[in-house]
């Protein structure tokens, strides 16, 4: 096969930056060589090849976002997996993992191979699915492949496809099963008592559709709180290791995650922020309206800031977007009837290199947060790093030539974003998966196919 030299960008890598040339062979990094590349070392050392320049640019391992909902099978009027694994490729990501609350639910090991084989026909980019767990199906996620699923998706918390666990012994046999099988669990935690009393208090001072401004009322912190609190404490009696969703408020953080403590290798109990929560506060909702309600809410201010602090201090392990297309018509109405969910996986990476030139982060900690840490937390195998010998899953970027978010650029098949109207300075270049162009110079190539990721759980 040709090789792909990619030559004299800037690598960021495993806490390091360097300029440096990627050298690519089937589908495999063949070698990460550090220093500028001269066209006579391309000539002379290798046999039929291409040369890519990426003067300017910055290459990245190529995204992993652990957290979307493509909504196929059964919701594809809003989303599927050809239109969103199109989205994460413009955004640079190579590799995303679905969500279980699809219609039918992604609870059997038959659901599962109908959307393994869903995504081998159309996926642009790699992919793998998380099992989810109900009240009653702990015996079948036993029998699920290992090592071709994340872990195990719980929702201790009513949301979207309504797959709320909320007894407590199938609550403990959830956290022992994946202890004894060596699954993380990842875990939506919200307290639905809490959410309920406070929807019936607001409604009968408000109306049967609360507006909008009241959600992060009636999804309150104490409900937040309150579920993680659970989750980590059934952890710990068991051993599980779990992985918190979508934080999404400072006391949660404080309650579970020390800033600067540490630990050898990756710590039992995690926690992932969403671009949305970093952006977003509660005043956003004057202007953006139901267009950033999700679940969890979008909460104040300090809680926004408090997340963005845990991105650099330790408290934050890594980023995903929660990305959950609606149509538009679907995101009308207040807090009881908009649906809950936004499209953001095409420009996640773009907004947190808008942040880190805010100071926010580092360029060496965001892609510790949106490709290693991915692949550490879920076992990823040979992705998540430019390493010599691992799947050629690269991004790269460039800044400069501003544009601005439009409904024409969007990719989503919902055909909006809460981003419309914003202006960025960075721009996805190319995406590669598995050494195989999906973006290049900007242009999509609608024939390219992703891969089913494994794990080595």
Known sequence: MTTTIIKNGTIINEGRQFVGSLIVRDGRIADVKEGRTSDGFCADSFGEHEVIDAEGCFILPGIIDTHVHFREPGLTHKADIESESRAAAFGGVTSYFDMPNTKPQTTTVSTLREKQAAAREKSHVNWAFFPGATNDNIETLAQMPKEEIPGIKLFMG?????????????????????????????????????????????????????????????????????????????ARQTGARLHIAHISTEAELNALFPAGETTDGMPQITSEATVAHLMFCNEDYATLRSQIKCNPAVKKASDRDALRRGLMNGQITNIGTDHAPHTLEEKQGGAAKAMSGMPMIQFSLVTML????????????????????????????????????????????????????????????????????????????????????????????????????????
């Not at 809490?194 to 909008?212: A, H, L, S």
């Not at 100071?359 to 430019?386: I, Q, S």
């Not at 899953?393 to 055909?415: A, F, L, N, Y």
């Open 158 to 234: 009513s949301s979207t496809g309504n797959m709320l666990v909320d007894k407590m012994g199938a609550l403990i046999k959830i956290f022992q099963t994946a202890e004894s099988l060596h699954l993380p669990i990842m875990a939506h935690c919200e307290d639905t008592e809490t959410i309920d009393r406070n929807m019936e208090q607001i409604k009968k001072q408000v109306g049967d559709d609360p507006d909008v401004i009241f959600h992060p009322l009636i999804r309150s912190e104490e409900a937040c709180l309150e579920s993680s609190c659970l989750a980590a404490n059934l």
């Open 354 to 457: 808008s942040l880190s030139d805010e100071g926010v982060l580092t360029k060496e900690r965001l892609v510790e947060l949106m490709a290693h840490n991915p692949a550490r937390l879920f076992d990823v195998r040979e992705r998540g790093f430019l390493r010599k010998g691992y799947k050629a899953d690269i991004t790269i970027v460039r800044k400069g030539s501003p544009w601005t978010v439009t409904k024409e650029c969007i990719q989503s098949k919902c055909g909006w974003s809460p981003m419309m109207g914003r202006e960025y300075e960075w721009s996805v270049v190319h995406t590669l998966c598995n050494g195989k162009f999906v973006l290049r110079d900007g242009q999509f190539c609608e024939t390219a196919r992703g891969e089913q990721i494994f794990f080595d759980h």
